[in-house]
C-alpha cells in the first residue's frame, strides 16, 4: 500500500521560516512533488524532487532522502499570503499519491 | 503550455440525479488522466485513471458503477456521478501527466476542480 503523511497544522510568524516534513512509504518511486493549494482552488506546483538532496527556488526549498522516505518543504520570509495547504505527493507509478496535507496558517 | 479545462466549475443537483463532469486537455494530447475527490479539509484522494481508448483503473473501494468515466479521446475524460447522494459531495478535479522531462516544469496539470452539491 501506499502511505503519505504530513503534519495536518502548522502555524508560523509572517517573516519567519517553517518546514514541513513528510515521510512516505510507496510500492515504486518516481519523484516526489510539493503542491500549494487555497481552498476551493486547484493545487499548484512548487517543487519536485527525484534525487537525494535540496532544491532551492526563491522562498521555497525542498529535500528529499529517498533511503529514509522522508522530504521536507521549507519556506523562508514567509508571507500572510502563504496561509494555504500544502500537498506532499508521490508518484510510485505514472500517478500521484497525495499525503494528508499540511495547513499553513502564518499569522502576522 | 499544458493546460487542461475543467467544466462546470460548480453544480447543484438533486438527490438521485446524475452528473457529468468534463475535463479536455487544450493544448497537448493526455492518453491519461487522473481523477481526485476531496472532502473538506482533507486532501486529495485518488479515485481513478482514466486510459484513452481503454476501461479505467479505479483505486480500492472506488465504485465503478457510480463514478462513470469515460477517455473516448485524447482531450477529453468525463466522470458522471450516478443517481448522486448527498455524501457525494465533494470537490472533483482532474489532472493529467504532462509528458515532459523529469525536473520539467511540472510533471502534471490540473484542471480547476468542480464543488459538486448534492441535495
Known amino acids: 500500500g501506499q502511505n503519505i503523511d504530513q503534519p495536518t497544522e502548522m502555524t508560523a510568524t509572517e517573516g519567519a521560516i517553517v518546514q514541513i516534513n513528510c515521510t512516505y512509504q510507496?510500492?515504486?518511486?518516481?519523484?516526489l512533488f510539493w503542491y500549494q493549494q487555497h481552498a476551493g482552488e486547484a493545487p499548484t506546483f512548487l517543487s519536485y524532487?527525484?534525487?537525494?538532496g535540496l532544491e532551492e527556488k526563491g522562498r521555497f526549498s525542498s529535500f528529499l532522502s529517498r533511503s529514509k522516505g522522508y522530504s521536507y518543504l521549507l519556506l523562508k520570509e514567509l508571507q500572510m499570503k502563504d496561509s494555504a495547504s500544502y500537498l506532499c505527493?508521490?508518484?510510485?507509478?505514472?500517478?500521484?499519491?497525495f499525503g494528508t496535507g499540511t495547513r499553513l496558517q502564518v499569522f502576522p | 503550455g499544458a493546460v487542461v479545462s475543467q467544466h462546470p466549475s460548480r453544480v447543484i443537483c438533486k438527490s438521485g440525479t446524475s452528473v457529468k463532469i468534463e475535463c479536455r486537455s487544450l493544448?497537448?494530447?493526455?492518453?491519461?488522466m487522473f481523477w481526485y475527490r476531496q472532502f473538506p479539509k482533507q486532501s486529495l484522494m485518488l479515485m481513478a485513471t482514466s486510459n484513452e481508448g481503454s476501461k479505467a483503473t479505479y483505486e480500492q473501494g472506488v465504485e465503478k458503477d457510480k463514478f462513470l468515466i469515460n477517455h473516448a479521446s485524447l482531450t477529453l475524460s468525463t466522470l458522471t456521478v450516478t443517481s448522486a447522494h448527498p455524501e457525494d459531495s465533494s470537490f472533483y478535479i482532474c489532472?493529467?501527466?504532462?509528458?515532459?522531462?523529469?525536473?520539467?516544469?511540472?510533471?502534471?496539470?490540473f484542471g480547476s476542480g468542480t464543488r459538486l452539491t448534492v441535495v
Open positions: 510507496t510500492s515504486g518511486f518516481n519523484g
Open positions: 505527493a508521490v508518484a510510485p507509478t505514472d500517478k500521484l499519491i
Open positions: 489532472s493529467a501527466r504532462v509528458d515532459s522531462a523529469p525536473g520539467a516544469r511540472s510533471g502534471y496539470t
Open positions: 493544448d497537448f494530447q493526455a492518453t491519461t
Open positions: 524532487n527525484v534525487l537525494d
